[in-house]
C-alpha cells in the first residue's frame, strides 16, 4: 500500500533511512559521517510535519518497505531570473534491499508524479551520486532524464 506517512511511521522510515545513509557513506566517506538515530529523527520530522514536504511511504504487511522524501519547490521564493513555477524535489528515495525488484521504487514514484500533477508541478527532479549507476538505469526506465550535471575538483 502506498501513502502519506505519519508520525508512527518515523521508526519504520528510519531504518530505511539508516541503510540509505550508509550507502552514501559507502559512496563518499569524504562527506557523510556515521550518525545515530536521534539524528534521522531530526532530518525526517520535518517531512512528516512540513507543509511543504512530505513522506510517501510504501507499507505491506505492516512493515514499511520503501519511502520518498519530497520538498513542493517554488521558484517564486528566488531573485526573480527564473521565471514563476513549482516543481517537485525527492530528496530521497529508497526501497529496502530486501524488496528490490518487486515494483515498489516505481510505485513510489509513480506517486510522487501524481502528487506533483496535483500540485501544479511542472516536473518532478531529483540528484543522484554518480557511482549508483543502478538507481540512474531505474529513473531513467522510468522516464527521467540527465538535466545537467554537477562537478566536483577536490582539494588535496
Known amino acids: 500500500m502506498i501513502r502519506t506517512a505519519d508520525m508512527n511511521d518515523l521508526a519504520g522510515i528510519n531504518v530505511l533511512h539508516e541503510q540509505l ?14 550518525v545515530e538515530q536521534p539524528v534521522f529523527d531530526t532530518l525526517m ?3 512528516i510535519q512540513g507543509s511543504d514536504k512530505c513522506i510517501i ?3 505491506n ?5 520503501g519511502y520518498a522524501a519530497i520538498s513542493i519547490c517554488d ?4 531573485a526573480g531570473e527564473i521565471l514563476p513555477f513549482t516543481f517537485i524535489e525527492v530528496n530521497e528515495l529508497c526501497v529496502a534491499g530486501n524488496a528490490r525488484g518487486k515494483g515498489i521504487g516505481t510505485a513510489l514514484l509513480d506517486a510522487v508524479k501524481a502528487f506533483a500533477k496535483e500540485q501544479g508541478a511542472r516536473f518532478v527532479e531529483l540528484g543522484v551520486n ?5 538507481a540512474q538505469e531505474f529513473y531513467k526506465a522510468n522516464g527521467m532524464f540527465v538535466k545537467n550535471l554537477k562537478m566536483q575538483y577536490k582539494i588535496q
Open 21 to 34: 545513509h550508509i550507502q552514501h557513506i559507502a559512496y563518499r566517506p569524504d562527506i557523510f559521517a556515521p
Open 45 to 47: 520530522i520535518p517531512y
Open 57 to 59: 511511504i510504501s507499507e
Open 75 to 78: 521558484t517564486k521564493k528566488g
Open 61 to 65: 504487511s505492516g512493515v514499511i518497505d
Open 130 to 134: 554518480a557511482q549508483n549507476t543502478g
